[in-house]
């Protein structure tokens, strides 16, 4: 029989077991972002690239962009990237625009996020600026707004992957009514 | 702390506690058995009832009984309480009753706290259930809640509360599992003279272990997301829906080979019982049940392959997930050779036991077609699945638990069963399993959606058959409730050996066992 | 007895004969993966049924002839190590067979190679519908206008509730508005959702992936027979998760154009539509039938909405009395509710008829509507170039 305070060793370590695997589970979150970060596996952008001009000849080739806009939930913006194809060479920078309207009379707060298919291309997507990396943006109302977008597919961009499809989605954060004063004359 | 030495091994023998009170304060582990696995079969009921009610409006294609929220709630449901209210606790029970005994202790190592793991649960069910009454309703978004969908959903706090509780109690109890086994066999029982049972749920309480915490990281993550502004799950945030899915079947994987590890234990000592032969390859058994936990942990996004997964992560979860039907295989091949050449006799633990192995190989066998992934992107989500799991947990699991209580109800009652009964019961719940169920295959190859409230008319006939044997084995569960109280009140009195080919210190004892059993250890033989 | 047995028999034939027991297979489908898959599905099913045959073979026969009756003496081995070792190596061969042609697949599958000539289509999940968008196509003279459109299921409500109607042949399989696209031709649906999890499924296909908010996922295709196909969202997303079916109509190339062109068409007569005289009986006629196939779910068809969830329509007074904010609430959404933005799904004409109908309906209107009361397309479109 036990004297004294419980000391079990196996006791010990079986709680220290659940704790760890407790804060296992919240370790998969960075994990799992290092993990897509370092192969490239789900199509995130991880912030702007700086445009190096390449040391050794690399073997340009023509890839084919086209991009696409989701507007999530109801957010009462028509958003639209102002081409929808491009075919750029490889490290060779390109630039090109989305335009966003607020249809509304009320101040809407949107966040863009960005994907890339196929998933292992997203590598070689390298954004030197784009509206998707600036946060949370304020579209006034029935302000129209030109964002810029500026990128090159790096040529290590995988042999049999010729097409690349850059996907937006428009998340509406916040929608605030607008008081407008009227003035007595 | 006390400088007196108190000397234990003269105390009086008292019996248990009068009057309820004893339910409530109880350290004895064959007394939190016995609330385990009633608190378990009421939850089957429960969650039968749910399953009831999800076949009769499924019996015909139309909304005729109910709208589709309440529909899918009563889907997630069935599914909360059937894993975490039914089978899981029903194992538990069994532990709780069967581990000492058959290592020769006198009751678990932390009987204080195994108290406390049992009455988290009915506490954890009061949460969960009490949303019926609130406004917003129960849980609708599937057992397995993913996110977005479970993040808006009203009264999700109180679903992440109750699962919390429940995950605390599994995790006290697997460590009271473990505990009890590494300190307090019998002399001269190491690991490899312990009977398979003991060996299941030692594989499984080092699984709950693993995985319990990082079910309840998931829940945590998902009440920030609702309540807290996180973004864990929510791509305007920096997120991932596809994260959750990840998080969650890391546990849900090894959770589902939780459910059936210790089925796998019971039906190698009931099969070997009722063939009054010796178990083939017992150590062959203990080693294919490490494999299948350890590879348990390898293979959770087979339950993903449809999120857009690169190229090598299917490739990679389709050959792992492959793999684990070798142990498994060599478990059936085991038991079939234990059969040959045995003495048999067809009492109903024993055709529980061998329904098991036919009908949970065949879910097996759906199983192995699943992990064949171009295959999967058309079986995923359809009514393929859910055929799949039901047979692998209802004439799985619940038939091992089934068979469990036949075998052990003499011991712990101290009387027989009806056996007339208990065949009828038997057959009535087998023949149900597989009008249920079987059908469930061919709708879903034939495209039928999962966690549909309504179906479009193609597949209508064999909805109907499968309403039907739902309603079959429903009904006969009623019988078994019937059969279990008739043996309590009114059965005949059992022998301490109850089956002549049982082997293992349980039948060393008398039935029924006594309150304190093996207060002295006994001598194990080589 | 024996004839009322025969007779009873021959009852149940034609209960038996029809074709829907007969559906319990996956179907081959029209397109070669879809073809592929079947194959592997049937191989993977003959191996497991191989397997079953024979275990279960053994295990019945052991249990016959081991029966106690027939065999009082029970052996006593425990192990044999060759027939173990056997039976572990002849599984895993028999993985390792499945495993290759699986994998091929696969691989397939995966090969990003593209091939000339292919369209693109977005697909964006939504509660309760799909919206589609032709990144190739336009329907204006500019090219800025892409082909979009939204599918609604178009099942009458009288044939799920409670059965008060007779259900059609293609019961919650129809839509509004189907995915026209030329055979032979490769297609790559891009997938995503606007709200929660869906995921867009086409057996004949074999094409399944599911709709994440924020992301996209590509399935690619290319369908060899023409043909009416169905399909059906696989992610539970609520409450109408059963009743958001996908209609794909494959078409030679030539009815393809043909198809684009009028949708050309209906673009530029709805450019007139908004601009011409309407008359109250005009816009009713279209405005049930959208109340129906697209509020009608939520507000109920007698407009009563259901209590404490979806606001009624009848006696509201926005409805009565203040058309601005009523086509503010349809083209925006009411921000943090269930009520979403219908600007993407209806057209200016649409969307005038709703309104008027809701304007009219359920003794919303004492007396004969004055003109005031209608909604007309024209107040939509000054809507939508309000600001510029």
């Given at each position: ?8 060793k ?10 760890i ?7 998969l979150v ?25 040391e ?6 023509e ?6 806009s989701i ?11 102002s ?9 060779n920078p390109?630039?090109t625009?989305y335009i ?13 996020v ?26 006034e ?25 850059l ?9 605030e ?9 | ?33 016995t609330?385990?696995?009633w608190?378990s079969?009421?939850?089957?009921l ?8 999800i ?11 109910m709208?589709p ?10 599914g ?12 538990v029970?069994?532990a ?11 009751d ?43 993040t808006?959903?009203?009264?999700v ?9 429940m ?7 697997s ?9 307090m066999?019998?002399?001269g ?5 312990m ?5 299941s ?15 309840a990281g ?9 309540y ?5 799950f929510?791509a305007a945030g ?29 039906t190698?000592?009931?099969i ?5 032969k ?14 299948i ?13 449809t ?18 039907a ?10 079939c ?5 045995g003495?048999?006799t067809?009492e ?7 329904a ?9 066998f ?10 999967d992107?058309q ?9 799949h799991f ?44 597989n ?35 739902a ?27 109850v089956?002549?080919?049982a082997?293992?210190?349980?039948w060393?004892v008398?039935?029924?066992a006594p ?5 002295t250890?006994?001598?194990?033989n080589? | ?13 034609p209960?038996?004969?029809?074709a829907?027991?007969l559906d319990?297979?996956?179907p ?6 879809s073809k ?9 099913f ?9 275990v ?12 106690r009756?027939?065999?009082k ?14 039976w572990?190596?002849?599984p895993?061969?028999i993985l ?5 042609p ?5 691989k ?13 289509i977005?697909?964006t999940?939504?509660q309760?519908?799909w ?17 979009s ?7 009458p409500e009288d044939q799920?509730?409670?059965n008060r109607a007779k259900?059609?042949?293609n ?22 959702s ?17 709709a994440?908010?924020g992301?996209i996922?590509?399935?690619k295709?290319?369908?060899?027979v023409p ?9 539970l ?6 009743f958001?079916?996908i ?19 209906e673009?530029a007569?709805?450019?007139y ?6 008359t ?7 405005g ?10 939520c507000?109920?068809l ?15 007074d926005?409805?009565m ?8 609430i ?7 509710s269930?009520?979403k ?8 004409v649409?969307?005038?008829?709703v ?13 004969e509507?004055?003109t ?17």
């Open positions: 029989m036990a004297k004294g305070p419980f000391q079990n196996i006791f010990l370590w079986l709680i220290s077991a659940a704790g695997m407790f804060f296992f589970s919240f370790l960075p994990l799992y972002n290092v993990f897509c970060e370092v192969t490239g596996l789900n199509g995130k952008i991880y912030g702007p690239s700086d445009f190096l001009k390449k050794t000849e690399v073997k340009e080739r890839v084919n962009i086209k991009f696409l507007v999530s939930g109801s957010a009462p913006v028509v958003f639209y990237p081409t929808q194809n491009l075919t750029v060479i490889t490290d390109k630039g625009t966003a309207e607020n249809k509304s009379n009320k101040r809407i707060t949107v966040r863009i960005p994907s890339v298919s196929p998933g292992l291309a997203a590598d070689s997507v390298k954004k030197i600026q784009c509206f998707c990396l600036d946060g949370d943006i304020v579209l109302p029935y302000e129209k707004q030109e964002w810029q977008l500026r990128f090159f597919i790096d040529s290590d961009l995988r042999k049999n992957v010729n097409d690349v499809y996907s937006y989605t428009l998340f509406e954060k916040d929608r009514e607008i008081m407008v004063m009227k003035h007595e004359h | 702390m006390s400088a007196v030495v108190e000397n234990h091994d003269h105390h009086d023998h008292h019996g248990p506690q009068k009057g309820i009170w004893r339910w409530f304060t109880t350290t004895n582990h064959k007394d939190i058995g609330l385990y696995l608190f079969f009421l939850a089957f429960v969650g039968g009832a749910f399953a009831m009610g076949r009769a409006e499924l019996f015909e294609p139309g909304l005729q009984l709208d929220i309440r529909y899918n709630q009563l889907v997630t449901m069935h909360l309480i059937m894993i975490f209210g039914g089978v899981m606790p029903a194992f029970g069994l709780n009753w069967l581990i000492p005994m058959q290592i020769g202790a006198p678990m190592a932390l009987p204080r706290m195994n108290n406390l793991s049992f009455w988290l649960l009915p506490t954890a069910f009061a949460i969960l259930m009490s949303t019926a009454f609130m406004e917003g309703g129960m849980p609708g978004f599937g057992w397995t809640f993913y996110a977005p969908l479970s808006n959903y009203p009264n706090a109180f679903f992440v509360f109750a699962v919390h509780i995950g605390i109690s599994s995790i006290m109890g460590i009271n599992v473990i505990v009890t086994i590494m300190n066999r019998a002399p029982m190491n690991l490899m003279k009977p398979l049972f003991v060996w749920w030692l594989i499984t309480a080092y699984l709950l272990i693993a995985v319990m915490p990082v079910l998931a829940v945590t993550m998902l009440l920030m997301d609702a807290f502004g996180t973004s864990f929510d920096g997120g991932d829906p596809v994260l959750f899915q990840h998080i969650f079947w890391f546990f849900g994987h090894p959770e589902v080979y939780i459910m059936i590890l210790p089925a796998f234990g019971i190698s000592h009931i070997s019982t009722f063939s009054r010796p178990l083939f390859g017992h150590s062959s058994m203990v080693y294919a049940m490490v494999s936990a350890v590879l348990s942990f390898v293979v959770w996004a087979h339950h993903m392959f999120v857009g997964m690169p190229l090598a992560a299917e490739l990679f979860f389709m050959w792992a997930t492959m793999l684990i070798i142990p498994t295989g060599v478990k059936v091949f085991n038991w050779a234990t059969i040959f050449k003495s048999i067809y109903t633990p024993m055709l529980f036991a061998i098991f192995v036919v009908l949970f190989t065949i879910g097996g759906s199983g192995l077609m699943l992990a064949i992934t171009p295959a992107f079986y995923h989500d359809t009514y393929f699945v859910v055929a039901h047979y692998v947990l209802v004439p799985g699991s619940v038939f091992s638990i089934m068979a469990a209580v036949y075998y052990w109800l003499p011991k712990w009652t101290g009387n027989m069963y009806d056996e007339k009964l208990g065949k009828l019961h038997f057959w009535l719940s087998f023949i149900g399993v009008v249920t169920f079987f059908p469930q295959h061919f709708v879903g190859l034939a495209g039928m959606p999962r966690r549909y409230a309504d179906y479009s008319l193609q597949f209508a006939e064999w909805n109907a058959v499968s309403s039907v044997g309603f079959l084995f429903g009904l006969s569960q009623l019988l078994f409730l019937y059969i279990v109280l008739r043996t309590i009140f009114v059965g005949k009195k059992a022998t301490s050996q089956w002549e080919g082997d293992g210190l349980e060393t008398d039935s029924p309150y304190h059993s093996f207060e250890p006994p001598k194990i080589g | 007895m024996k004839n009322k047995l025969k007779l009873l028999i021959l009852c149940l034939i209960f038996f004969a029809s829907d027991w319990i297979n996956m081959v489908g029209v397109t070669d993966t592929e898959v079947f194959e592997l599905h049937m191989l993977i003959w191996v497991v049924v191989g397997i079953g045959v024979v279960f073979g053994f295990l019945f026969w052991s249990m016959w002839k081991y029966r009756s027939n065999n003496k029970p052996a006593n081995f425990t192990e044999n190590h060759k027939l173990e070792i056997i572990t190596i002849v895993t061969v390792i067979l499945m495993a290759i699986a994998s091929m697949t696969l397939k599958m995966y090969d990003h190679e593209a091939e000339e000539g292919g369209i693109d977005q697909v999940g939504r309760w519908d919206q589609y968008k032709y990144l190739d196509e336009y329907v204006d003279e500019n090219n800025t206008r892409n082909l459109f939204v599918s609604t299921l178009i099942t799920y509730k409670q259900k059609d042949e019961y919650l399989l129809e839509v509004d508005k189907a995915v026209v696209v030329p055979i032979n031709t490769p297609i790559r649906f891009l997938i995503t606007k709200d929660v999890l869906h995921s867009w499924y086409m057996s004949d296909f074999a094409v399944k992936q599911d994440i908010p992301f996922n590509v399935a295709t290319k369908i060899n043909g009416i196909y169905r399909g059906n969202c696989t992610e997303c609520g409450e109408r998760h059963a958001m079916p209609v794909v109509k494959a078409v030679t190339a030539d009815e393809y154009e043909e198809w684009l062109q009028t949708k050309r068409d673009h007569e709805l450019v539509l908004t601009e011409k005289e309407w109250l009986d005009e816009l009713l006629g279209q049930k039938e959208i109340y129906e196939k697209v509020c009608a779910s507000h109920q007698d407009g009563k909405g259901i209590p404490n969830f979806y606001p009624a329509l009848a006696g509201s926005i409805v009395n203040d058309k601005a904010k009523q086509i503010e349809l083209m925006e959404g009411v921000y943090g269930q009520m933005s219908y600007a993407d799904q209806l057209n200016e649409e969307m005038a008829s309104i008027t109908y809701t304007k009219v309906s359920w003794g919303n209107v004492k007396s509507p004055e005031e009361e209608l909604v007309i397309p024209k107040d939509i479109v000054d809507y939508k170039n309000k600001g510029t």
